[in-house]
């Protein structure tokens, strides 16, 4: 399998930019909580100076919130991630409606294709699967059948006279005969 590479943390918040920065995506109470857990849980990823910044009342969100991507870009992939990891915490439906997330949720990592991965187990359908099925009940009527006791033989009438929904009137009759010649031997 070949080797895949998926897009830095950096280029994922890149392609994600406007889909965060449209109006309504993000709530002002929303992008507050980020910016207080990326400074208070992660403060090496913003300062209180930076958070402050940021969490200005008197800029418009829209800027802000690209301010603050254009910020985290700019210090590195480390960065971005945790804007990420904060994201999901914070608004998980969003986190998973973003573009970058339906393209890396499309190639999946194991290169195994899900559609057919749900058919390997039953790949030869069900005419497999009776097929086997009618083998294995033959055997055990077989065995059930073959037992020279008499009480068994007779068991193994009872049985198959009242299975005609089971199988089929001629096979019925075959069975019925073997086992009264076999009954005959004895």
Wanted: glycine letters at 4%; charged letters at 25%.
């Amino acid at each position: 399998m070949p080797y895949r590479t998926y897009p830095s943390y950096c280029d994922r918040l890149r392609q994600d930019m406007y889909f965060l920065t449209r109006n309504g995506r993000l709530s002002e109470h929303l992008v507050d909580k980020i910016i207080l857990q990326l400074n208070r849980v992660y403060p090496q990823i913003l300062t209180n100076k930076e958070a402050e910044k940021f969490r200005n009342p008197k800029a418009l969100l829209h800027i802000r919130l690209s301010d603050l991507i254009s910020h985290l870009q700019k210090k590195g992939d480390k960065h971005c991630q945790e804007f990420y990891r904060a994201l999901q915490i914070n608004a998980e439906q969003l986190y998973n409606d973003l573009p970058s997330r339906k393209i890396l949720k499309t190639s999946a990592s194991t290169g195994i294709d899900t559609d057919k991965e749900k058919y390997i187990l039953t790949d030869r359908g069900p005419m497999f699967f009776l097929a086997c099925f009618s083998v294995a009940a033959g055997l055990a009527l077989f065995m059930y059948c073959w037992n020279p006791d008499p009480k068994v033989i007779g068991g193994a009438k009872k049985i198959l006279g009242f299975s005609p929904i089971i199988i089929g009137r001629h096979v019925r009759n075959i069975c019925m005969v073997y086992m009264e010649d076999t009954s005959r031997k004895n």
